[in-house]
């Protein structure tokens, strides 16, 4: 069983930076890819991120330019480096992960906010 624990958000005012980190429990178990997925209230969830195990990248429009995704294996750890913050990336963050095999996440986190103030 993978359990995901997300850090890093805050408040923090625009054109800030903000890390957030996923460090992933998943004992015995081959994690493929993980992501970043954030939802605004009243909004879709959205990917902003996602990276393989070996390191392949794919971004969503809203973070292209701004945000950079990065993984550590030998830490179970994905992070997500997020410059240029604003108002409009104010949502909750969530880390998810998806096993070799799987064609979906399968494991999600309890997200970490995220606040940017107009």
């Known amino acids: 069983q993978v359990q995901l624990v997300e850090s890093g958000g805050g408040l923090v005012q625009p054109g800030g930076s903000l890390r957030l980190s996923c460090v992933a429990s998943?004992?015995?178990?081959?994690?493929?890819?993980m992501g970043w997925y954030r939802q605004a209230p009243g909004k879709e969830r959205e990917m902003v991120a996602t990276?393989?195990?070996?390191?392949?990248?794919d971004y969503g429009d809203s973070a292209k330019g701004r945000f950079t995704v990065s993984r550590d294996n030998t830490k179970n750890t994905m992070y997500l480096q997020m410059n240029n913050l604003k108002p409009e990336d104010t949502a909750r963050y969530y880390c998810?992960?998806?096993?070799?095999?799987?064609?979906?996440?399968?494991?999600w986190g309890q997200g970490t906010q995220v606040t940017v103030p107009s």
């Open positions: 990276i393989t195990r070996f390191g392949t990248v």
């Open positions: 998943a004992s015995g178990i081959s994690i493929h890819t």
């Open positions: 998810a992960s998806r096993r070799a095999g799987l064609s979906l996440f399968d494991t």
